[in-house]
């Protein structure tokens, strides 16, 4: 039976194939490809609109416990590197 995790902006429950691990590296929002980066990790789809979603709702912070600072730049960059990513994986 494959995992299950909910994503943190539209809040679907997907297995970990069809979501992205994002945790945070020196208070950086950082996506974890390999998805066994230690620490506590908020899970999402690789689409924009769950990252505003997320962004909206301030779930990040909520998910990794941590006041997380939401840098719009840096969100498009995850959410271009995940959905490459969720290409190859394809």
């Known amino acids: 039976m494959e995992q299950v995790r909910t994503c943190v902006g539209c809040r679907q429950r997907e297995t970990r194939k069809q979501l992205i691990r994002l945790v945070l590296v020196s208070s950086k929002l950082t996506?974890?490809?390999s998805k066994s980066l230690p620490g506590r990790g908020a899970w999402i789809h690789a689409k924009a609109a769950c990252f505003k979603l997320a962004t909206d709702r301030k779930a990040f912070g909520r998910a990794l416990k941590r006041q997380v600072e939401a840098d719009e730049q840096v969100?498009?960059?995850?959410?271009e590197q995940a959905e490459a990513m969720m290409a190859k994986n394809e």
């Open 31 to 33: 996506i974890d490809e």
């Open 75 to 79: 969100l498009a960059l995850a959410i």
